[in-house]
């Protein structure tokens, strides 16, 4: 799968505006898992989630939704290919933990 087209990017940042946290899409170049992310309060807190979905090594492509209550609790949603409820529930111990 190739890097997110115009259309799949102008999602990602709508997404992020209108629920805020961070947004992270998932595609396979080469053989190994490539994503990008969009939102967070700093782009720190945005690459430190894209480096912790990545290196949980998603099998597929998708969109990783991570939002903040503020009080150290996410929401995470997970869709496309990579909604696995396995990898879901590594990536909620991970963050939950971090």
Do not use: Y
Not at 35 to 43: L, Y
């Amino acid at each position: 799968m190739a890097p997110p087209s115009w259309l799949q990017t102008t999602a990602d940042k709508l997404a992020v505006w209108l629920h805020g946290g961070v947004r992270v899409r998932v595609w396979h170049a080469d053989g190994k898992a490539q994503g990008s992310a969009r939102g967070g309060n700093s782009s720190a807190q945005a690459a430190r989630l894209l480096r912790t979905v990545l290196d949980l090594e998603p099998e597929g492509s998708g969109t990783v939704d991570l939002v903040s209550d503020g009080s150290g609790h996410w929401r995470i949603t997970v869709r496309g290919s990579i909604a696995d409820p396995t990898f879901e529930q590594r990536l909620r111990n991970v963050v939950a933990s971090g």
